[in-house]
C-alpha cells in the first residue's frame, strides 16, 4: 500500500498533487498553495471555507462507489470485474452457491468465468482479480488521507462544518480498510484474529517511511475508532439521518452505524453492533420496501416478444424514489453516479449480457427454501421465458427459468431520474442502493443470537418478514423453522434477502466458514467446489515490491 498511498493524486476541483511518485520524492508539490488552503481554512471568510470546503469533502462521496478513473489499478479495464465497485462486488456474488451464470456451457467464456468457475486461482498476488481490490480501496484511504490533512482534529473543533468534513473522510478510510481486511485476512473469528492486518497509513506524506503491517486486532480497531470519532463528530455536528439530507449518497448517522455496526459483527463485538443497528432502526429514517416495489414485475404479457414490459420505476432496487430502505445510494443524477451502471448490465435479464446467455439466475435449492407466500419468491422466475429479442443489442436468446427480476427492467430512467426514458437499449441507467435497512436487520438479529437473545432476535426477523409477506399473506420465521436454530433462520434470510447484493453471500461464507458447494444444483452449468478456508487473498506482488517492510500472507 506504500507505493499507492504515496503515489496517487487527491483532486477536488484543483490539482494537489502529481500523480508520479518519483518525481513527488524530489519536489513536494504545491507545497505553498496548500498552504494557502490551510490558511483559508482556518481564517477565511465563511464563504470563502464554505467552498473550499465543498471542493475538498463533496468528492468523498465517490469512495463508496469507486471506479478506476486514471487506470492507476492498471487491472485492465475492459474487465469490468476489475475496475469499478459494482462490478467487483457482482464478481464476488457469482463466487458463491446463490447466483448461477449462464445456462450453457457457451456462457464460459463471458466476464466473471474465472471468478465464477474458481478456474484460475484468484488469489495470487500478480494476478488482476487480486490487484483491483488493493488498489481501488487504497487509492481511496489515499484520498481521505489527503482530507485529513486539512481536516485536522483541532480544525473539527471550530465549525460544524468541519467537524463533517472530517466525518467523511474519517468513514471512507475506515470502509476502504475493512473492504481490505474482508479479502486480505483470514475471518476474525475463525482465526483472523491472530494473524497480520495491514499497514497504517494516517497521513498523507510522500515521504514517509514504509509502514509494516499491524496486526489484524490493531487493523480493526483503527478502523473502529475511525468510525466511532465519525459517529461522534457528525452528532455533535447536528448531522442526523438520511431524512434530514439532500441527497442519497450523503454521509449521516446512518451510514456511519452502518459501517460500526459492520466492523463489530465482523470482530464479534456483539454489543457495539447491536447498538448501532439499533439507532439506525430506531432513527426512524427508514421504512422496509412494500411488497409490490420488491423486484420487477412485467406489466406485459410473458412471450418472448417486446410486449414484456418491466419499469424501473416501481423496483425499489432500480429507483431510490420506490426504496425507503435506502441508507446510501447513487441515483442516476448523481454526478457520482459513475459506474453503477455496470452492476445492471451485469444482473438484468433484459441486457446485452443476458443476451450472451449469461443470465443471471439464483440456484435453484434457494429458490425452493424461499416461502411460497414470500413476496421475495416473485423476484424469480419459475418458468422459461424461452425466446427472447434483446432492444440492447437485437440478439435473439432465451430467458431461461431462475432469471432474476430482481434487477431487471425493460426500460431506463430518464436523465432526471423520472421514470419513462423510452430507450429501452438503455436499460442499464438505474438508480443503485448500496447500503440499506434490511442488512441493517440482518446484522443486528444475527448479532443477538450471538448473544443467547434468540427471543428477541426472533422478533427482529419478524419485523422484517411480514414486510416480505404477500397480500393476504403472514409470514414469520414459523415458514422458515425447517432451516434448524434461529441463527440458522438468520443465516438463511441473509441468503435470501441479500442475494446477489455486494457480495454479501461469498463474505458471509468467508466469515462463517461455508463452503462453495454446488452439487445438487439444477441450475449450475457446472459443479464446482471450492472451501471457504482458501478465501483469503495473497498480498499483491507489487505491494511486496514497494513496501519493505511488508510480508506476505501465509494462504491455505
Given at each position: 500500500m506504500k507505493k499507492i498511498i504515496k503515489s496517487i493524486a487527491f483532486i477536488a476541483g484543483v490539482t494537489i498533487l502529481a500523480s508520479c511518485a518519483d518525481r513527488l520524492e524530489v519536489t513536494p508539490p504545491n507545497n505553498i498553495y496548500d498552504e494557502q488552503i490551510k490558511e483559508l481554512l482556518e481564517n477565511g471568510t465563511a464563504a470563502q471555507k464554505e467552498t473550499i470546503l465543498k471542493a475538498i469533502v463533496n468528492p468523498m462521496a465517490q469512495y463508496f462507489n469507486n471506479y478506476d478513473r486514471n487506470n492507476v489499478c492498471s487491472t485492465g479495464s475492459a474487465n469490468v470485474m476489475n475496475y469499478s465497485y459494482p462490478g467487483i462486488e457482482w464478481g464476488r456474488s457469482l463466487m458463491g452457491n446463490d447466483v448461477a451464470l449462464g445456462y450453457d456451457l457457451e456462457s464460459y467464456d463471458l466476464a466473471g468465468r474465472d471468478l465464477y468457475q474458481f478456474v484460475t486461482d484468484y488469489r495470487i498476488g500478480n494476478s488482476n482479480t487480486n490487484y483491483c481490490h488493493w488498489t481501488t480501496y487504497a487509492y481511496a484511504i489515499n484520498q481521505a488521507n489527503s482530507v485529513l490533512g486539512y481536516?485536522?482534529?483541532?480544525?473539527?473543533?471550530?465549525?460544524?462544518?468541519?467537524?463533517?468534513?472530517?466525518?467523511r473522510a474519517l468513514l471512507i478510510r475506515a470502509y476502504s480498510y475493512m473492504c481490505m481486511m474482508e479479502?486480505?485476512?483470514?475471518?476474525?473469528?475463525?482465526?483472523?484474529?491472530?494473524?497480520?492486518?495491514?499497514?497504517?497509513?494516517?497521513?498523507?506524506?510522500?515521504?514517509?517511511?514504509?509502514?509494516?503491517?499491524?496486526?489484524?486486532?490493531?487493523?480493526?480497531?483503527?478502523?473502529?475508532?475511525?468510525?466511532?470519532?465519525?459517529?461522534?463528530?457528525?452528532?455533535?455536528a447536528g448531522v442526523k439521518y438520511t431524512a434530514g439530507r439532500a441527497n442519497a449518497e450523503d454521509f449521516d448517522l446512518g451510514v456511519a452505524n452502518f459501517l460500526l455496526a459492520r466492523a463489530s459483527l465482523l470482530t464479534g463485538d456483539y454489543a457495539t453492533c447491536v447498538s448501532a443497528c439499533k439507532a439506525i432502526i430506531?432513527?426512524?429514517?427508514?421504512?422496509?420496501?412494500?411488497?409490490?416495489?420488491?423486484?420487477?414485475?412485467?406489466?406485459?404479457?410473458?412471450?418472448?416478444?417486446?410486449?414484456?414490459?418491466?419499469?424501473?420505476?416501481?423496483?425499489?432496487?432500480?429507483?431510490?424514489?420506490?426504496?425507503?430502505?435506502?441508507?446510501?445510494?447513487?441515483?442516476?443524477?448523481?454526478?457520482?453516479?459513475?459506474?453503477?451502471?455496470?452492476f445492471f448490465g451485469l444482473t438484468s435479464m433484459f441486457t446485452t449480457y443476458s443476451s450472451s446467455k449469461s443470465t443471471a439466475r439464483i440456484d435453484d435449492r434457494l429458490y425452493n427454501k424461499i416461502s411460497d407466500k414470500d413476496v421475495r419468491k416473485d423476484a424469480f422466475l419459475d418458468f422459461e421465458v424461452g425466446d427472447y429479442k434483446f432492444a440492447a443489442n437485437g440478439a435473439?436468446?432465451?430467458?431461461?427459468?431462475?432469471?432474476?427480476?430482481?434487477?431487471?427492467?425493460?426500460?431506463?430512467?430518464?436523465?432526471?431520474?423520472?421514470?419513462?426514458?423510452?430507450?429501452?437499449?438503455?436499460?442499464?441507467?438505474?438508480?443503485?442502493?448500496?447500503?440499506?435497512?434490511?442488512?441493517?436487520?440482518?446484522?443486528?438479529?444475527?448479532?443477538?443470537?450471538?448473544?443467547?437473545?434468540?427471543?428477541?432476535?426472533?422478533?427482529?426477523?419478524?419485523?422484517?418478514?411480514?414486510?416480505?409477506?404477500?397480500?393476504?399473506?403472514t409470514l414469520t420465521i414459523?415458514?422458515?423453522?425447517?432451516?434448524?436454530?434461529?441463527?440458522?433462520?438468520?443465516?438463511?434470510?441473509?441468503?435470501?434477502?441479500?442475494?446477489?447484493?455486494?457480495?454479501?453471500?461469498?463474505?458471509?461464507?468467508?466469515?462463517?466458514?461455508?463452503?462453495?458447494?454446488?452439487?445438487?444444483?439444477?441450475?449450475?452449468?457446472?459443479?464446482?467446489?471450492?472451501?471457504?478456508?482458501?478465501?483469503?487473498?495473497?498480498?499483491?506482488?507489487?505491494?511486496?515490491?514497494?513496501?519493505?517492510?511488508?510480508?506476505?500472507?501465509?494462504?491455505?
Open positions: 481536516m485536522t482534529e483541532e480544525l473539527a473543533q471550530t465549525d460544524n462544518l468541519f467537524k463533517d468534513g472530517r466525518a479479502e486480505y485476512q483470514d475471518a476474525y473469528l475463525l482465526g483472523g484474529k491472530d494473524k497480520l492486518g495491514l499497514s497504517i497509513y494516517k497521513v498523507y506524506d510522500p515521504k514517509q517511511p514504509a509502514v509494516a503491517r499491524s496486526t489484524a486486532e490493531e487493523t480493526w480497531n483503527f478502523i473502529k475508532g475511525d468510525i466511532q470519532e465519525a459517529v461522534s463528530l457528525l452528532t455533535n430506531s432513527s426512524g429514517a427508514y421504512s422496509l420496501i412494500k411488497p409490490e416495489n420488491y423486484g420487477g414485475r412485467n406489466t406485459g404479457a410473458w412471450t418472448p416478444t417486446s410486449d414484456i414490459e418491466v419499469s424501473p420505476a416501481t423496483n425499489a432496487f432500480t429507483n431510490i424514489n420506490v426504496n425507503p430502505e435506502t441508507i446510501l445510494g447513487y441515483a442516476v443524477t448523481s454526478s457520482f453516479y459513475a459506474q453503477a451502471a455496470v435473439v436468446a432465451k430467458i431461461p427459468s431462475y432469471a432474476s427480476l430482481k434487477f431487471s427492467s425493460t426500460d431506463a430512467l430518464n436523465n432526471d431520474g423520472t421514470a419513462g426514458a423510452g430507450t429501452p437499449a438503455s436499460t442499464t441507467k438505474c438508480d443503485y442502493t448500496k447500503f440499506r435497512l434490511s442488512e441493517v436487520y440482518l446484522m443486528l438479529a444475527e448479532a443477538l443470537c450471538q448473544t443467547n437473545a434468540d427471543g428477541e432476535a426472533q422478533n427482529i426477523l419478524n419485523e422484517l418478514l411480514a414486510a416480505r409477506a404477500k397480500e393476504g399473506e414459523d415458514d422458515y423453522k425447517s432451516a434448524g436454530s434461529t441463527l440458522e433462520i438468520v443465516k438463511l434470510q441473509w441468503r435470501i434477502e441479500m442475494w446477489g447484493e455486494g457480495g454479501r453471500e461469498y463474505y458471509n461464507n468467508k466469515r462463517w466458514g461455508v463452503n462453495v458447494d454446488r452439487s445438487g444444483s439444477t441450475v449450475h452449468p457446472k459443479i464446482v467446489s471450492y472451501p471457504a478456508n482458501k478465501m483469503t487473498l495473497a498480498m499483491p506482488e507489487r505491494e511486496l515490491q514497494d513496501n519493505s517492510e511488508c510480508v506476505d500472507n501465509q494462504l491455505n
